[in-house]
């Protein structure tokens, strides 16, 4: 069997692609808010008709007591592998809308981009790999590998059902590797394969200095202010430089090898106009780059701080509590558990004798995920970019976290090639979030040679070999 059929049918039908993206879009599947529970149910419902109608077979929701996933599957290639394609339908809330130049849930194309939100992040890249299994089963009447579709609801909050999802139903879900429509591009000149990417763990930070909140007049001066008091707790987070300042946390970072050096560098990268675009300023450790630093080194940021009064005018208040919610990027081989408690223990020890501080868990930790260089998933995307693009690919890591590749690797042995579409500019998790439209077209052609490329390799290819 040849891609080429499918690819061309693909490109006739990129309008009808587009319009079925367009109708994704529009559902509002936010998993964090509950606000959006009927979005959440809707994009379900289309999701099941969707691979209904594509011709899946054992179409079903699997529930772990969260947002439940979308199954499909199409197993009708004896003797050769069986592939998991892993998508999410669920998005990031649009806040704030008022700096969105469109409204959020309605797409609308500018300059040969899709705007809405979960268009980079992730329905673009899902709706190509759907699309393709689709073609396939048009065009061909069969896939030239066994297909498992899993479009998981929770990957925004991070995956905090996802491990009891296995559990029951670990069976279904067996495969020989994963394909991840989630994980994009790293360069729009340069074709790169993602071969890891950091973990993550996150926590709320709740500070007491009285049992409520105070008249500034009366105590003004005279007693501990919880927000002066959290700000300095995060102001110990970090040195002077940016660079992290717990030392129990970086202790654990292994130091980086060469082939890690080499392959960070091996992509053209301009420090400066990475910077200068966001309007930034540069941070962080010294003696790494800027692309080292996001990829292969952990981050500590506070993603939100607030306490006492934020509303119109002036409310002259010591705030009796402050809280703030932080998050830390964990670097290959950081155990998410253990870099939690260092940073808990290190907030303990900076806080001054007698505030009172409380520590909330907001969702599971992940480790970061590792793809070997020579695995039958690298081999296969490396030739279908090389075809592709006529260039070399280069080996790159995430600076984000995509859960499900360490835990489906802790879980159920699977690998996980990320073989998004999106690329780093298109304000993921932002207002004004958008998809380059010419990514689209690139996308339905590598995706059905990546298939069948990968259709070459014997199921035992996938596993780890003995001794």
Not at 112 to 131: C, F, H, M, P, Q
Not at 300 to 323: H, M, Q
Not at 423 to 442: C, G, M, Q, T
Request: proline share 7%; glycine share 10%; net charge negative.
């Amino acid at each position: 069997m040849s891609a080429e059929p499918v690819v061309d049918y693909l490109q006739r039908r990129h309008d009808d692609v587009m319009a079925r993206l367009d109708a994704f879009l529009r559902l509002p599947s936010v998993s964090t808010d509950p606000a959006y529970a009927q979005g959440m149910a809707d994009t379900r419902a289309f999701l099941l008709d969707w691979l209904t109608g594509i011709g899946l077979a054992d179409v079903q929701l699997l529930d772990g007591g969260g947002q439940p996933a979308v199954y499909g599957a199409w197993l009708g290639a004896p003797g050769a592998p069986t592939i998991i394609v892993y998508g999410h339908y669920d998005v990031q809330p649009p806040d704030p809308l008022a700096l969105w130049q469109s409204p959020p849930f309605e797409p609308t194309i500018r300059d040969g981009r899709l705007y809405a939100r979960g268009a980079s992040d992730v329905k673009g890249s899902t709706t190509i790999a759907i699309e393709t299994v689709a073609a396939f089963l048009a065009v061909e009447g069969r896939c030239p590998v066994n297909i498992k579709l899993f479009i998981e609801g929770e990957e925004e909050t991070g995956s905090p059902s996802l491990h009891e999802i296995v559990r029951r139903y670990g069976d279904l879900l067996k495969a020989d590797a994963m394909i991840s429509a989630d994980g994009g591009r790293a360069s729009p000149t340069v074709p790169t394969i993602n071969v890891g990417a950091r973990g993550l763990t996150k926590l709320e930070l709740v500070v007491r200095t009285a049992d409520k909140e105070l008249h500034s007049g009366r105590y003004g001066g005279s007693v501990r202010n919880a927000l002066h008091e959290l700000s300095a707790i995060v102001a110990s987070l970090h040195d002077a430089e940016g660079a992290i300042a717990v030392p129990a946390l970086m202790d654990a970072v292994r130091p980086l090898s060469e082939r890690d050096r080499s392959d960070t560098a091996a992509l053209p990268f301009d420090e400066a106009a990475f910077i200068a675009d966001i309007g930034g300023l540069d941070a962080g450790e010294a003696g790494y780059s800027i692309r080292e630093r996001l990829t292969l080194r952990p981050a500590i940021d506070v993603n939100g701080l607030w306490g006492g009064y934020t509303g119109a005018g002036s409310k002259t208040v010591i705030p009796d509590e402050a809280r703030a919610k932080i998050t830390i990027r964990l670097a290959p081989g950081q155990d998410p558990d253990q870099a939690a408690q260092s940073l808990k223990d290190h907030i303990l020890a900076a806080a001054r004798p007698g505030v009172r501080i409380r520590f909330e868990a907001i969702g599971g930790g992940s480790p970061a995920s590792t793809l070997a260089a020579d695995h039958p998933l690298v081999q296969a995307a490396t030739a279908v970019l090389r075809q592709t693009s006529g260039q070399e690919p280069v080996h790159v890591r995430l600076g984000a976290t995509v859960p499900i590749t360490a835990i489906f690797k802790e879980t159920l042995g699977l690998d996980t090639l990320m073989f998004g579409f999106n690329l780093p500019d298109e304000d993921v998790h932002a207002p004004n979030e958008f998809f380059h439209i010419p990514s689209v077209a690139l996308g339905l052609r590598a995706w059905p040679m990546l298939l069948q490329e990968l259709a070459s390799f014997a199921p035992s290819a996938f596993r780890p070999q003995a001794g």
